[in-house]
């Protein structure tokens, strides 16, 4: 994925400290089916996580993507999974199983890692923008619908009401938004990773029309101020092609792809 030599050690360190348990923080309840884990998160949610599929050949990862499935519809309250798949593991078969169950590619992400420092003096604040935290309820749910907007969406409660509740568990989570004229352009979270040295950016949005002012940049460096201020050293980010090569110029390294599988309620595949 990339010719830098710490590519195969943080991408060691991704795959040793942040799958399975990181995973699944602020999860409902977890149900482990041989290597995966099988999430059930607020909203209606599930989600599929693992640290490897222990060496299964293509029959058996068909049936591990049949029994996630299978686990998750008999359950009732979920209406929407995740498999959240990586470029360098070693699954074959999973992406054609995973069609026929049902589950749509979303767009494939650069996964990201380096240190925070290189990410704080890139933040040059534009002119007319100001970075905050989002912390009062109908500015969370602001913010949740405008990033829906970003990602060309309908605006679904059912994300903010998550939102609400991940920032409500105290737990050192963190939602940031850029404004123009007091309105939300762009957000984006900060998640720490308990027990480790790393930090994620999660869902980061920027409205189109405000696109290439360095907001987005700015946004990413409050929050690496906020996470070294916290004592974290090392921040990761699933990072969309706007995204990455910001980062990039910041010192992170890109150690593979991630791409998100998702089977909506009534899909047409068994």
Do not use: C
């Not at 299964?56 to 309250?77: C, K, M, T, Y």
């Not at 078969?93 to 890692?113: C, K, P, Q, R, Y």
């Not at 963190?174 to 352009?185: C, I, L």
């Amino acid at each position: 994925m990339s010719a830098d030599p710490r590519a195969a050690q943080l991408l060691a360190a991704y795959d040793e400290q942040l799958r399975e348990e990181a995973d699944v923080d602020g999860a409902l309840d977890v149900t482990r089916h041989g290597p995966l884990w099988l999430v059930r998160l607020t909203g209606g949610r599930g989600f599929v996580t693992y640290r490897d599929l222990g060496g299964a050949g293509g029959e058996e990862v068909r049936r591990l993507v049949e029994a996630a499935v299978a686990h998750f519809v008999e359950d009732g309250s979920v209406r929407e999974i995740e498999w959240k798949s990586r470029g360098h593991d070693d699954a074959p078969g999973l992406e054609d199983a995973l069609a026929e169950h049902g589950f749509v590619a979303e767009e494939t992400e650069s996964i990201m890692i380096g240190p925070l420092e290189g990410l704080v003096g890139d933040g040059r604040m534009p002119e007319g923008v100001h970075v905050r935290r989002a912390v009062e309820e109908a500015d969370v749910r602001a913010v949740s619908a405008m990033t829906d907007r970003a990602f060309g969406n309908e605006v679904d409660g059912s994300r903010a009401d998550s939102l609400v509740a991940l920032l409500a568990r105290d737990d050192g989570s963190q939602q940031w938004v850029a404004e123009v004229d007091g309105r939300p352009v762009s957000a984006g979270r900060l998640i720490p990773v308990p027990g480790t040295e790393f930090v994620g950016i999660w869902g980061g949005a920027t409205l189109p029309e405000f696109r290439h002012r360095g907001i987005y940049r700015a946004l990413t460096a409050a929050r690496a101020r906020s996470a070294l201020e916290a004592g974290y050293r090392y921040l990761h980010s699933d990072s969309t092609r706007f995204s990455r090569p910001i980062l990039e110029r910041s010192g992170l390294v890109a150690v593979s792809t991630t791409t998100p599988w998702v089977r909506r309620e009534g899909s047409s595949g068994q």
